[in-house]
């Protein structure tokens, strides 16, 4: 099983957990579907996207447990990234963790292996 990633501001957090699910973050809605990462591109996707944002979360999911709604595609550089196709239902999220902002603004996100 392949562990991704979805960074997104608490704020949309906390509506999804009152929701049930997660819809995506305007970029996602605008795209289409939910951009996710893997650990070896999430804190690419931090510095990209979200350099000076605070009060960020980090959503860990089993890519397994999104069955087919779930598509590798190449995206950033040719790499393959996990995108769905659909709502994030909130039980299929493993764990979330907090994103503080390192010195030098961007996200720390940790370990990601």
């Given at each position: 099983?392949?562990?991704?990633?979805?960074?997104?501001?608490?704020?949309?957090?906390?509506?999804?957990?009152?929701?049930?699910?997660?819809?995506?973050?305007?970029?996602?809605?605008?795209?289409?579907?939910?951009?996710?990462?893997?650990?070896?591109?999430?804190?690419?996707?931090?510095?990209?996207?979200?350099?000076?944002?605070?009060?960020?979360?980090?959503?860990?999911?089993?890519?397994?447990?999104?069955?087919?709604?779930?598509?590798?595609?190449?995206?950033?550089?040719?790499?393959?990234?996990?995108?769905?196709?659909?709502r994030l239902p909130?039980?299929?999220?493993?764990?979330?963790?907090?994103?503080?902002?390192?010195?030098?603004?961007?996200?720390?996100?940790?370990?990601l292996a």
């Amino acid at each position: 099983m392949a562990r991704i990633y979805k960074i997104l501001p608490r704020a949309e957090w906390r509506a999804a957990q009152a929701a049930g699910a997660f819809a995506g973050s305007a970029v996602d809605l605008a795209d289409g579907y939910i951009h996710f990462s893997t650990g070896a591109q999430a804190a690419e996707t931090a510095r990209r996207h979200f350099a000076g944002q605070a009060d960020l979360v980090v959503l860990e999911v089993e890519a397994d447990d999104l069955g087919a709604a779930l598509k590798w595609e190449p995206s950033r550089g040719g790499d393959l990234f996990p995108h769905l196709y659909g709502r994030l239902p909130t039980a299929a999220v493993r764990a979330a963790s907090e994103a503080p902002l390192g010195a030098d603004g961007v996200p720390q996100l940790g370990d990601l292996a």
